[in-house]
């Protein structure tokens, strides 16, 4: 079988995101689930929409990555993850507050723990018989 060639992956756009009090740029925002201050800059990723240790996240955005549009404002609880067909990892949030979902790309120092313990909660589900998980 011939081997694909490695697809070239085009380089994230960076993003003016408004963190700060009043619409200035910050530095850093306090996670609304764990309450620890996660700074902007994320290893891997020209924008950072998550907290690393907890994964949760805020509903801020409506189409594109750092747009702020959202009306809702609401909790982003991670739910599952999904593996793109170039083997990138992306945290599926859902919000909480209108029940809208969305796929964030998961950063380097995104706690490695937690994104194990996503990966692996379908094996722990006893109502999904474990053929059908061995059958994919």
């Known amino acids: ?14 993003k ?5 009090q009043g619409g200035a740029p ?8 764990c309450r620890l201050d996660v ?8 924008h950072r929409n998550h907290c690393p240790h907890c994964l949760t996240s805020l509903h801020l955005d409506r189409r594109t990555p ?3 549009s959202a009306d809702c404002r609401g909790r982003m609880a991670p739910l599952s993850l999904s593996v ?7 945290v599926i949030h859902q919000c909480l507050a209108c029940g809208e979902l969305s796929a964030n790309r998961i950063a ?6 937690v994104l194990l313990r996503m990966a692996l909660r379908p094996l722990s589900d006893a109502r999904i018989p474990m053929r059908a998980l061995l059958a994919l």
């Open 1 to 14: 079988m011939p081997r694909r060639k490695p697809e070239r992956r085009r380089p994230q756009r960076r």
């Open 66 to 68: 750092g747009d702020r």
């Open 39 to 46: 700074p902007l800059v994320a290893p891997g990723t020209a």
């Open 16 to 20: 003016d995101v408004l963190h700060g």
């Open 108 to 113: 380097g120092d995104d706690n490695v723990l």
């Open 26 to 33: 910050g530095d850093a925002f306090r996670c609304v689930g």
């Open 84 to 90: 793109r067909q170039d083997g990138e990892w992306m």
